[in-house]
């Protein structure tokens, strides 16, 4: 499989992302892939139920007592919502209405953000776009650990907190990495969600907030599905910066496991990333995969070759605007 990686300091490379050329590459062999680009009919539905399914979940829990509202915001609640994170994701690629009607998916992203608890959707978008386009890139690419990341969460215990804490360094390193200023869209998305939030707590009182909030955060903490996140880009395996899985949970997920897949083509929606790994099987077959992120999760934290140091860093010129 290849050598693993070695702790110290981050995999400084001097080559090109390796997402453009395969899919150059691809879309000269199999140019009917770009007829699965576009948008999936059925995501703004799907999202939809399980925005309202949560809302229902607010009113059930209300009367619950403490250790059940965190029981079913870790076990139930945070699934959804953890799921609405990826949704939202695929919304940032345009993938619910369509390029030509980018506003409408830019709203439905704030709805689907409803259920997190705490405004999201706006400020993802815009970072997200960096980290296709600089993938790895030094101070643009805030998917990135800071270097404090790197040096102190080196031991198994420590790693086991950072993995804890991840939506927090999740959130606050954007603002230290590579800071941007405040959209209108992000006040909008905050304005909503706020609102909403306060509409709940009159209702119903302040345990449906928790809920809604400690799900969020408890599992994009330590829970399987947030293995995800070490899956896609930590380098377990020296020279490859991206990695896929096909495992089951891709059905909670939207197809976020297929990551090598989605790289390469970004403007294909979730539900049709299976399609373009049968299609261009050979480009994706021989490549590592991972096929359990409670196993990433495990190797993360137990092997001493692998920690947040564990990215592939390279530097790139910021493309120019359009």
Not at 164 to 181: D, E, T
Not at 295 to 309: N, Q, T
Request: hydrophobic share 40%; with cysteine; glycine share 6%.
């Amino acid at each position: 499989m290849g050598n693993r990686v070695t702790r110290g300091d981050f995999e400084w490379v001097y080559t090109e992302q390796p997402h453009t050329q395969r899919r150059k590459e691809i879309l000269a062999k199999y140019p009917e892939i770009k007829s699965l680009m576009g948008p999936d009919p059925h995501l703004k539905w799907i999202v939809s139920g399980m925005v309202f399914m949560q809302f229902l979940a607010c009113y059930l829990v209300k009367d619950l007592s403490w250790k059940w509202i965190f029981f079913w915001a870790y076990g139930f609640g945070g699934c959804i919502n953890h799921s609405l994170t990826l949704a939202i994701h695929d919304i940032s690629h345009n993938v619910a209405f369509g390029n030509k009607q980018a506003k409408w998916n830019r709203w439905f992203a704030v709805f689907a953000n409803l259920p997190i608890g705490i405004p999201y959707s706006a400020s993802f978008k815009k970072y997200h776009i960096d980290h296709h386009r600089y993938l790895g890139g030094d101070s643009l690419d805030v998917d990135i650990p800071t270097d404090f990341e790197g040096w102190f969460f080196c031991t198994p215990l420590r790693k086991l907190l950072w993995l804890f804490l991840q939506p927090l360094f999740y959130s606050l390193r954007p603002l230290y990495v590579n800071p941007k200023a405040i959209t209108r869209m992000e006040i909008f998305n905050a304005l909503v969600q706020f609102s909403i939030d306060l509409i709940i707590y009159y209702f119903w009182g302040l345990k449906p907030i928790i809920y809604l909030i400690a799900g969020t955060i408890l599992c994009m903490g330590l829970h399987p599905i947030s293995g995800h996140f070490i899956a896609e880009h930590y380098m377990f395996l020296k020279g490859y910066e991206t990695y896929s899985y096909y495992g089951p949970l891709n059905w909670l997920t939207f197809n976020v496991g297929y990551h090598m897949e989605h790289h390469d083509f970004p403007s294909i929606p979730g539900c049709r990333l299976p399609m373009v790994k049968k299609i261009a099987a050979e480009y994706y077959d021989n490549l590592p995969h991972h096929q359990s992120w409670i196993r990433v999760l495990w190797d993360f934290v137990f092997d001493d070759s692998i920690g947040p140091y564990s990215r592939v860093k390279r530097l790139c010129k910021l493309a120019k605007e359009s």
